[in-house]
């Protein structure tokens, strides 16, 4: 490795040049642009809940109640996002700020890989560039931390390679801070993001076990240092992410769901439109839609590398004799491009028409096997992975360090490689126009979020406020807005956080169905009031998981994004409009406002809703007496008795005009009347039981308390007449009981009806007994 001198003005203005490029390409320019807008929501809600708090906190308390929330992953982008929101930045520029330095360190990583194997500081520089400039790199940055974790993979190899020679040399001046180094790297890329944690880890433990073929001097170093150091680093960091995050992992992913979003060969070789500026004008790129291919478009939006591959390869016939890595970075390739297949080979693999809509790929629609399906489910953290196309990053770091490794090999006369790597950067280069436009726009939609959505909750909520939005999903726009306003949101953004959260919530937050509204919704929203269990009830008209992408939607955006981004969530389904929601939920309003307890306050973006102020200053127990005061005994469950919906707490369906059946688990609220005061009285419901027959019996199990126990009554039916069950009322206002039918059956699965969902116990009614003796 020849020696570096120092820099002259030339290589440092084209390194400042190349690195400023890159920012401004990927829209990582503070109070200017964004480099996306719904990941920076996100983001943000969990770095503005960190800088709510002490200054090492790294758990949010502003969304996902009653827990406080770990960020599933991007912790790496968050907590400094943080730090740079407490000097006083507002959000949208404190995550564009985070994203720059991080750019930085990956462009950095890059160059100073190139540089150490001998590349010329202005060559690196291009190098850096062509390797940040490509679409895996580029459209990831809108999946937020997963883009910097790739982009920072030449980093994070560039430490593993300082650890290895260092320690197989024997140099313990430079050993120790290289394997420090290395845990470091570790741990940021872990908490940076999951999948490039797995393809740092793999990628290193390659290049290890080649150095331990090649160099055998220094065989003994390679296994009693340099592995111990690699097995402690990425050992402390996985230990470090279970115990912040509370888990070893989240789900399991099928074969089938990787399948979906594994590669196809004509994905590699042929470019998407839309994309590339370049192969757009050339008009050598094809439209794909997700009607036509499994997976989603982020598989073929983002593993277009044919030039890639074709310079990586020669590149290696240009090296393989010169430099023992260049074997080594084939085989990383290799490998990556072999697991972004995913279990089966796809060759421009079409969706026959009836799984039109599906994402997940049967086997039987591939051309063959690859063979890796065994690795995927078995091997630590490939099950994870499942979107298997991610694994052509690593393959393209690969590809894209041999073409580093032959620059090195440069050429005064005629600086070959130099302009292949322009022409690389040229080929990857997207539509920059359309694309600063967009960036610039998201910056102006963030605080279009403040302006329109943000100050008005500010108003209508209290920093402390116990809040639900509903109904509920991924609700990305509520990391922020909870954070912000410093209310306590049982909603949350990201999927991984949402299950977790959901697990903790209470039972009357549980009974909510994801994303809809059902006939029983009003009078949830009461019980969830009168339970205590929130203080306000917000219901959106905007869409809290896109018009965080895109606000607050397509045709009502007041800082619209280009034509092409504009189509893509034109083309998203459900993502309303506000006025259009607002319409579509005026049934719902009206019926709370019909409920004389709630006080609704409508806005053009959102509904409150409150205990009316005389019930929010009594007592829990007066309160819910004089909610559930209204249904007499005998209460028939019809449709045409008005109040029986107030019992309703959650699991039922909509009330039939002859009974209501209930979901396999449900929980309902009995009023105790004003005659029962002083003396024991039960309640008797009526029910009947799907499918009961001799053969096939079928129970419901009945709990509840019975003063401070649990009690606990089951009836089996062997047929479909009327069974009874006779609960005793407690000594409170309300008495709830909580309903499971464990072997539980739809309709479909019974052949009596073509419902699909499992239903548990049909209640016709409920009648009052007086048990005094």
Not at 404 to 410: G, P
Not at 536 to 563: I, K, N
Request: charged share 15%.
């Amino acid at each position: 490795m020849p020696p570096e001198r120092k820099l002259s003005a030339g290589p440092i203005a084209a390194v400042a040049m190349a690195l400023a490029f890159t920012l401004f390409m990927h829209g990582a320019v503070p109070f200017v642009a964004l480099p996306t807008l719904g990941q920076a929501v996100w983001t943000t809600g969990f770095a503005q809940s960190f800088a709510n708090q002490s200054l090492l906190s790294i758990h949010a308390i502003n969304f996902g109640a009653p827990a406080p929330a770990a960020i599933a992953f991007g912790l790496s982008g968050a907590f400094p996002a943080s730090l740079l929101i407490r000097l006083g930045l507002h959000p949208a520029d404190a995550y564009a700020a985070m994203m720059a330095g991080w750019l930085a360190l990956a462009f950095f990583g890059a160059w100073r890989l190139a540089r150490g194997w001998g590349v010329g500081p202005a060559t690196a520089a291009l190098g850096a560039l062509a390797w940040l400039s490509p679409p895996m790199i580029g459209v990831h940055m809108g999946f937020s931390m997963l883009g910097l974790g790739m982009a920072l993979l030449p980093f994070y190899f560039w430490v593993a390679l300082c650890m290895l020679q260092a320690t197989s040399a024997g140099r313990l001046g430079s050993a120790w801070p290289a394997s420090l180094g290395f845990v470091l790297a570790a741990v940021v890329a872990v908490f940076m993001d999951g999948y490039t944690f797995v393809l740092f880890a793999v990628g290193t433990g390659l290049l290890w076990a080649h150095a331990c073929v090649v160099d055998r001097v220094n065989l003994k170093r390679l296994l009693l240092v340099a592995l111990p150091v690699m097995a402690a680093g990425a050992g402390a960091a996985y230990a470090l992410y279970v115990a912040y995050i509370g888990r070893t992992r989240f789900a399991d992913n099928s074969l089938d769901t990787i399948r979906g979003w594994g590669v196809d060969l004509t994905f590699l070789s042929i470019p998407p439109a839309g994309v590339h500026w370049l192969f757009d004008a050339l008009g050598l790129s094809v439209v794909r839609s997700e009607r036509a291919y499994f997976g989603d478009s982020s598989v073929w939006d983002t593993t277009f590398c044919l030039p890639l591959v074709l310079v990586g390869l020669w590149a290696f016939r240009r090296t393989r004799r010169r430099f023992a890595l260049a074997p080594a970075l084939l085989v990383i390739a290799l490998f990556g491009f072999y697991m972004s297949l995913g279990p089966s080979l796809k060759i421009d693999s079409i969706k026959p028409a009836q799984l039109a809509t599906e994402t997940a790929m049967p086997a039987q629609y591939a051309v063959a096997p690859t063979g890796n399906a065994w690795l995927f489910e078995h091997v630590p953290g490939f099950g994870e992975m499942r979107a298997s196309y991610r694994w052509a990053a690593l393959g393209m770091f690969g590809l894209w360090a041999l073409a580093m490794l032959w620059a090195s090999q440069r050429n005064r006369r005629w600086p070959v490689p130099t302009l292949v790597l322009m022409a690389l950067i040229l080929m990857n280069l997207p539509h920059l126009r359309s694309g600063w436009r967009d960036h610039v726009a998201m910056r102006s939609m963030f605080f279009d979020i403040d302006a329109q959505l943000l100050t008005p909750l500010r108003g209508a909520m209290a920093p402390g406020e116990r809040v639900a939005f509903l109904p509920y999903s991924n609700d990305f726009l509520v990391n922020y807005l909870a954070a912000r306003t410093g209310v306590q949101a049982y909603n949350i953004g990201g999927d991984k956080n949402l299950m977790v959260a959901r697990q903790q919530w209470p039972l009357g937050m549980q009974g909510f169905l994801f994303d809809r509204v059902d006939d029983n919704m009003p009078t949830a929203i009461a019980s969830l009031l009168l339970d205590g269990e929130a203080d306000v009830v917000v219901v959106p008209y905007f869409d809290a998981l896109w018009a965080a992408h895109y606000f607050p939607c397509v045709r009502e955006a007041t800082h619209p994004m280009s034509g092409h981004t504009r189509e893509i969530f034109r083309k998203i389904d459900g993502f309303g409009c506000p006025s259009d929601t607002r319409q579509q939920t005026a049934p719902l309003r009206a019926r709370l406002r019909g409920i004389p307890e709630l006080a609704l306050v409508d806005g053009p973006l959102y509904s409150t809703v409150r205990l009316v102020p005389a019930m929010a200053e009594g007592s829990a127990d007066r309160l819910k007496a004089q909610y559930f005061s209204k249904p007499a005994y005998p209460i028939a469950m019809s449709s045409r008795n008005p109040d029986a919906a107030r019992l309703l707490k959650y699991g039922w369906l909509a009330l039939e005009p002859t009974h209501v059946w209930s979901s396999p688990s449900a929980v309902i609220d009995l009023p105790r009347p004003a005659r029962c005061e002083g003396k024991p009285c039960s309640v008797e419901l009526r029910f009947t039981l799907l499918g009961a027959t001799e053969k096939r019996p079928v129970t419901a199990n009945f709990s509840f308390a019975d003063g401070h126990a649990t009690r606990r009554l089951s009836v089996t039916a062997t047929d479909g007449s009327a069974k009874v069950a006779s609960i005793p009322l407690g000594s409170g206002a309300v008495s709830r009981v909580t309903i499971a039918v464990p072997d539980a059956k739809s309709p479909a699965e019974l052949g009596v009806a073509a419902g699909k969902e499992p239903l548990g116990i049909a209640l016709t009614d409920l009648t009052l007994v007086d048990t005094a003796h």
